[in-house]
Protein backbone atom coordinates (compact mmCIF):
# COMPACT_ATOMS: atom_id res chain seq x y z
CA UNK A 1 0.00 0.00 0.00
CA UNK A 2 1.17 3.33 -1.06
CA UNK A 3 1.63 5.42 1.89
CA UNK A 4 0.06 9.22 2.68
CA UNK A 5 0.58 11.87 3.68
CA UNK A 6 -2.34 12.12 6.23
CA UNK A 7 -3.88 14.68 8.63
CA UNK A 8 -5.78 12.97 11.49
CA UNK A 9 -8.31 14.53 13.28
CA UNK A 10 -10.16 12.85 16.13
CA UNK A 11 -10.58 13.15 20.53
CA UNK A 12 -11.80 10.18 22.00
CA UNK A 13 -10.79 5.97 22.21
CA UNK A 14 -13.24 5.51 19.04
CA UNK A 15 -11.08 7.94 17.02
CA UNK A 16 -7.51 6.04 18.61
CA UNK A 17 -8.36 3.08 17.31
CA UNK A 18 -8.32 3.89 13.79
CA UNK A 19 -5.29 6.59 14.59
CA UNK A 20 -2.99 3.45 15.96
CA UNK A 21 -4.25 1.27 12.55
CA UNK A 22 -2.65 4.22 10.64
CA UNK A 23 0.33 4.59 11.97
CA UNK A 24 0.96 0.87 11.88
CA UNK A 25 -0.23 1.21 8.26
CA UNK A 26 3.16 2.68 7.33
CA UNK A 27 1.23 6.42 6.37
CA UNK A 28 2.74 9.42 7.67
CA UNK A 29 0.99 11.21 9.94
CA UNK A 30 1.46 14.89 9.08
CA UNK A 31 -0.60 16.26 12.40
CA UNK A 32 -3.36 15.28 15.02
CA UNK A 33 -6.11 17.46 15.68
CA UNK A 34 -7.71 16.70 18.53
CA UNK A 35 -9.88 18.71 21.08
CA UNK A 36 -7.83 20.66 23.86
CA UNK A 37 -7.26 18.98 27.33
CA UNK A 38 -9.85 19.44 29.52
CA UNK A 39 -10.68 19.36 33.34
CA UNK A 40 -12.12 16.00 34.36
CA UNK A 41 -12.90 12.92 36.94
CA UNK A 42 -13.73 13.51 40.48
CA UNK A 43 -9.98 15.92 41.12
CA UNK A 44 -10.86 17.61 37.94
CA UNK A 45 -7.42 17.22 36.80
CA UNK A 46 -6.58 18.72 33.13
CA UNK A 47 -6.56 14.91 31.02
CA UNK A 48 -4.70 14.94 26.80
CA UNK A 49 -7.99 12.66 24.94
CA UNK A 50 -7.11 9.44 24.50
CA UNK A 51 -5.64 10.80 20.37
CA UNK A 52 -3.56 12.95 21.79
CA UNK A 53 -2.10 10.70 24.02
CA UNK A 54 -1.29 8.48 21.48
CA UNK A 55 0.10 10.72 18.90
CA UNK A 56 2.47 11.97 21.33
CA UNK A 57 3.38 8.00 21.97
CA UNK A 58 4.32 7.97 18.42
CA UNK A 59 6.03 11.47 17.96
CA UNK A 60 3.57 13.08 16.01
CA UNK A 61 2.68 16.80 15.97
CA UNK A 62 -0.58 17.90 18.07
CA UNK A 63 -2.47 20.24 17.33
CA UNK A 64 -5.60 21.79 19.95
CA UNK A 65 -7.20 24.95 18.35
CA UNK A 66 -10.83 26.06 19.88
CA UNK A 67 -12.14 26.20 16.58
CA UNK A 68 -11.04 25.88 12.73
CA UNK A 69 -12.62 29.02 11.27
CA UNK A 70 -10.01 31.65 11.89
CA UNK A 71 -7.85 32.55 8.87
CA UNK A 72 -4.60 31.72 10.72
CA UNK A 73 -6.49 27.87 11.59
CA UNK A 74 -6.92 27.73 7.81
CA UNK A 75 -3.77 29.13 6.54
CA UNK A 76 -1.79 26.88 9.25
CA UNK A 77 -3.80 23.24 7.80
CA UNK A 78 -3.44 24.36 4.36
CA UNK A 79 0.09 24.52 4.76
CA UNK A 80 0.04 20.94 5.98
CA UNK A 81 -0.40 19.73 2.70
CA UNK A 82 -1.72 16.47 2.96
CA UNK A 83 -3.10 14.16 0.63
CA UNK A 84 -6.10 13.11 3.02
CA UNK A 85 -7.49 13.96 6.26
CA UNK A 86 -8.97 11.21 8.31
CA UNK A 87 -11.63 12.34 10.55
CA UNK A 88 -13.28 10.53 13.68
CA UNK A 89 -15.42 12.08 16.66
CA UNK A 90 -13.64 15.03 16.19
CA UNK A 91 -15.90 17.25 17.55
CA UNK A 92 -15.64 20.43 15.49
CA UNK A 93 -17.20 21.89 12.27
CA UNK A 94 -14.59 21.79 9.59
CA UNK A 95 -14.98 24.91 7.40
CA UNK A 96 -15.16 24.46 3.73
CA UNK A 97 -11.01 25.63 2.98
CA UNK A 98 -10.35 22.91 5.46
CA UNK A 99 -12.45 20.33 3.48
CA UNK A 100 -10.96 21.79 0.53
CA UNK A 101 -7.33 21.57 1.59
CA UNK A 102 -6.56 17.77 0.95
CA UNK A 103 -5.35 17.02 -2.25
CA UNK A 104 -8.12 14.09 -1.83
CA UNK A 105 -10.65 16.09 0.56
CA UNK A 106 -11.22 14.84 4.03
CA UNK A 107 -12.89 11.36 4.64
CA UNK A 108 -15.08 10.70 7.76
CA UNK A 109 -15.34 7.53 9.93
CA UNK A 110 -18.90 7.66 11.14
CA UNK A 111 -20.32 4.66 13.44
CA UNK A 112 -24.04 4.11 11.88
CA UNK A 113 -25.34 3.28 8.23
CA UNK A 114 -25.98 6.41 7.06
CA UNK A 115 -28.30 8.50 6.42
CA UNK A 116 -29.13 6.78 9.88
CA UNK A 117 -28.07 8.42 12.80
CA UNK A 118 -26.61 11.53 11.42
CA UNK A 119 -25.20 13.77 14.01
CA UNK A 120 -23.03 13.30 17.32
CA UNK A 121 -24.38 10.05 19.46
CA UNK A 122 -25.14 7.59 16.50
CA UNK A 123 -23.91 4.37 18.77
CA UNK A 124 -26.34 5.35 21.43
CA UNK A 125 -29.07 6.11 19.65
CA UNK A 126 -29.17 2.90 17.43
CA UNK A 127 -29.05 0.94 20.90
CA UNK A 128 -31.98 3.16 22.88
CA UNK A 129 -34.18 2.95 19.27
CA UNK A 130 -33.79 -1.03 19.27
CA UNK A 131 -32.23 -0.98 15.82
CA UNK A 132 -31.07 -4.66 15.21
CA UNK A 133 -28.04 -3.89 13.29
CA UNK A 134 -26.05 -0.73 12.52
CA UNK A 135 -22.16 -0.25 11.77
CA UNK A 136 -19.97 1.92 9.81
CA UNK A 137 -19.50 4.19 6.62
CA UNK A 138 -16.80 5.85 5.07
CA UNK A 139 -17.95 8.97 3.74
CA UNK A 140 -16.77 12.10 1.65
CA UNK A 141 -17.21 14.77 3.94
CA UNK A 142 -18.96 18.10 2.48
CA UNK A 143 -20.52 21.09 4.11
CA UNK A 144 -23.73 19.35 6.13
CA UNK A 145 -23.52 17.53 8.77
CA UNK A 146 -23.08 14.08 7.91
CA UNK A 147 -24.59 14.27 4.35
CA UNK A 148 -21.32 13.41 2.22
CA UNK A 149 -21.20 10.61 -0.57
CA UNK A 150 -20.71 7.16 1.19
CA UNK A 151 -17.35 5.39 0.18
CA UNK A 152 -17.54 2.08 1.98
CA UNK A 153 -19.31 0.30 4.65
CA UNK A 154 -20.31 -2.41 7.23
CA UNK A 155 -23.13 -3.80 9.03
CA UNK A 156 -22.49 -5.00 12.44
CA UNK A 157 -25.38 -6.85 14.21
CA UNK A 158 -26.56 -5.35 17.71
CA UNK A 159 -27.35 -8.36 20.11
CA UNK A 160 -30.33 -7.89 22.88
CA UNK A 161 -28.00 -7.77 25.06
CA UNK A 162 -25.08 -5.44 23.76
CA UNK A 163 -24.47 -2.20 25.49
CA UNK A 164 -23.30 0.50 23.90
CA UNK A 165 -19.54 0.48 25.34
CA UNK A 166 -19.40 -3.12 23.79
CA UNK A 167 -20.83 -1.85 20.59
CA UNK A 168 -18.51 1.34 20.53
CA UNK A 169 -15.52 -1.02 20.97
CA UNK A 170 -16.32 -3.54 17.84
CA UNK A 171 -17.30 -0.29 15.72
CA UNK A 172 -14.04 1.07 16.45
CA UNK A 173 -12.25 -1.75 14.97
CA UNK A 174 -14.00 -1.99 11.98
CA UNK A 175 -13.83 1.80 11.27
CA UNK A 176 -9.93 1.50 11.31
CA UNK A 177 -10.13 -1.58 9.45
CA UNK A 178 -12.17 0.25 6.81
CA UNK A 179 -10.44 3.46 6.53
CA UNK A 180 -6.96 1.63 5.82
CA UNK A 181 -8.76 -0.21 2.66
CA UNK A 182 -10.67 3.13 1.68
CA UNK A 183 -7.27 4.65 1.93
CA UNK A 184 -5.32 1.31 0.24
CA UNK A 185 -7.70 2.14 -2.45
CA UNK A 186 -7.78 6.17 -3.02
CA UNK A 187 -5.01 6.70 -5.01
CA UNK A 188 -6.54 4.90 -8.18
CA UNK A 189 -9.99 6.08 -7.32
CA UNK A 190 -12.56 4.96 -5.15
CA UNK A 191 -15.84 5.08 -6.48
CA UNK A 192 -18.39 6.82 -4.09
CA UNK A 193 -22.29 6.91 -3.65
CA UNK A 194 -24.92 9.59 -2.46
CA UNK A 195 -26.90 8.90 0.47
CA UNK A 196 -30.39 8.13 0.30
CA UNK A 197 -33.17 11.03 0.67
CA UNK A 198 -35.13 8.31 2.44
CA UNK A 199 -34.47 6.79 5.93
CA UNK A 200 -32.45 10.15 7.62
CA UNK A 201 -32.31 9.92 11.08
CA UNK A 202 -30.85 12.14 13.67
CA UNK A 203 -28.35 10.98 16.56
CA UNK A 204 -28.73 13.96 18.63
CA UNK A 205 -25.86 14.67 22.07
CA UNK A 206 -27.00 12.56 24.93
CA UNK A 207 -29.01 15.36 27.38
CA UNK A 208 -28.20 15.20 30.97
CA UNK A 209 -32.72 14.97 31.58
CA UNK A 210 -32.57 11.53 29.42
CA UNK A 211 -29.84 9.89 32.40
CA UNK A 212 -32.82 9.86 34.31
CA UNK A 213 -34.93 6.58 34.34
CA UNK A 214 -38.71 7.85 33.96
CA UNK A 215 -40.86 4.16 35.09
CA UNK A 216 -43.61 5.35 33.18
CA UNK A 217 -41.61 3.48 30.28
CA UNK A 218 -42.05 0.46 29.59
CA UNK A 219 -39.54 -2.52 30.68
CA UNK A 220 -38.39 -2.88 27.18
CA UNK A 221 -38.18 0.90 26.17
CA UNK A 222 -35.75 1.04 29.67
CA UNK A 223 -33.58 -1.70 29.19
CA UNK A 224 -32.77 -0.46 26.04
CA UNK A 225 -31.88 3.22 27.49
CA UNK A 226 -29.89 1.41 30.07
CA UNK A 227 -27.84 -0.49 27.78
CA UNK A 228 -27.66 3.01 24.91
CA UNK A 229 -26.22 4.47 27.66
CA UNK A 230 -23.78 2.19 29.71
CA UNK A 231 -20.99 1.97 30.76
CA UNK A 232 -21.14 6.19 30.02
CA UNK A 233 -22.84 8.35 31.08
CA UNK A 234 -25.48 5.76 32.49
CA UNK A 235 -28.86 5.92 32.79
CA UNK A 236 -29.62 6.26 36.93
CA UNK A 237 -32.49 5.99 39.62
CA UNK A 238 -32.72 7.72 43.22
CA UNK A 239 -33.36 5.03 46.10
CA UNK A 240 -33.80 6.24 49.88
CA UNK A 241 -32.32 9.55 49.02
CA UNK A 242 -29.23 8.01 47.44
CA UNK A 243 -28.61 8.13 43.41
CA UNK A 244 -27.92 4.56 42.17
CA UNK A 245 -26.52 4.39 38.20
CA UNK A 246 -28.12 0.96 36.41
CA UNK A 247 -25.43 -0.36 33.86
CA UNK A 248 -27.54 -3.89 33.13
CA UNK A 249 -30.74 -4.50 34.12
CA UNK A 250 -33.12 -7.54 32.99
CA UNK A 251 -36.66 -8.58 32.20
CA UNK A 252 -38.77 -9.76 34.35
CA UNK A 253 -41.66 -11.34 33.19
CA UNK A 254 -45.23 -11.73 34.68
CA UNK A 255 -44.51 -8.47 37.32
CA UNK A 256 -46.27 -5.81 37.47
CA UNK A 257 -47.24 -2.75 39.40
CA UNK A 258 -47.05 0.85 40.50
CA UNK A 259 -44.23 2.32 37.96
CA UNK A 260 -40.89 2.79 39.93
CA UNK A 261 -42.19 0.51 42.79
CA UNK A 262 -39.97 -2.23 44.14
CA UNK A 263 -41.91 -5.20 43.95
CA UNK A 264 -39.17 -7.65 46.11
CA UNK A 265 -36.29 -7.21 48.23
CA UNK A 266 -34.15 -7.96 45.52
CA UNK A 267 -34.75 -4.71 43.32
CA UNK A 268 -37.18 -6.16 40.87
CA UNK A 269 -38.56 -2.38 39.55
CA UNK A 270 -42.27 -2.07 38.31
CA UNK A 271 -42.09 -0.36 34.98
CA UNK A 272 -45.19 1.48 32.75
CA UNK A 273 -45.50 -2.05 31.64
CA UNK A 274 -43.81 -5.25 32.88
CA UNK A 275 -40.58 -5.16 34.96
CA UNK A 276 -37.13 -4.69 35.43
CA UNK A 277 -34.31 -5.95 37.81
CA UNK A 278 -30.99 -4.27 37.89
CA UNK A 279 -27.79 -6.90 37.63
CA UNK A 280 -25.03 -4.50 37.89
CA UNK A 281 -25.34 -1.09 39.23
CA UNK A 282 -23.19 1.94 40.57
CA UNK A 283 -23.45 3.85 43.98
CA UNK A 284 -22.18 7.44 43.95
CA UNK A 285 -19.03 7.38 44.60
CA UNK A 286 -18.38 3.96 44.38
CA UNK A 287 -17.45 1.21 41.66
CA UNK A 288 -19.64 -0.72 39.71
CA UNK A 289 -21.13 -4.00 41.53
CA UNK A 290 -23.36 -6.48 41.54
CA UNK A 291 -27.33 -5.85 42.34
CA UNK A 292 -26.47 -8.87 44.87
CA UNK A 293 -23.51 -7.20 46.50
CA UNK A 294 -24.94 -3.71 46.38
CA UNK A 295 -28.14 -4.84 48.73
CA UNK A 296 -25.82 -6.54 51.31
CA UNK A 297 -24.88 -3.15 52.38
CA UNK A 298 -27.91 -0.76 50.90
CA UNK A 299 -31.09 -2.80 51.60
CA UNK A 300 -34.31 -1.57 49.20
CA UNK A 301 -37.29 -3.19 50.33
CA UNK A 302 -40.23 -4.17 48.72
CA UNK A 303 -42.76 -1.17 48.44
CA UNK A 304 -39.75 1.00 48.42
CA UNK A 305 -40.56 3.92 45.67
CA UNK A 306 -37.95 5.38 43.10
CA UNK A 307 -37.64 8.67 41.63
Partial sequence: MAALRIVFMGTPGFAAVALKALVDAGHELAAVYSQPPRPKGRG????????????????????????????DEVAAFQALQADVAVVAAYGLILPKPVLDAPRHGCLNIHASLLPRWRGAAPIQRAIMAGDRETGITIMQMEEGLDTGPMLLSQAISISPDMNAGALHDALAEIGARLICAALERLPDGLASVPQPAEGVTYAAKIAKEECRIDWRCGA???DRRIRGLSPAPGAFTEARGERITILAAELVAGRSGAPGTTLDDR???????????????????KRAMSVEEMLRGFA???GTPLS
Fill in 220 to 222: IEL
Fill in 267 to 285: LTIACGEGALRPTLVKRAG
Fill in 300 to 302: VPK
Fill in 44 to 71: MDTQKSPVHLLAEEHGIAVRTPVSLKGP
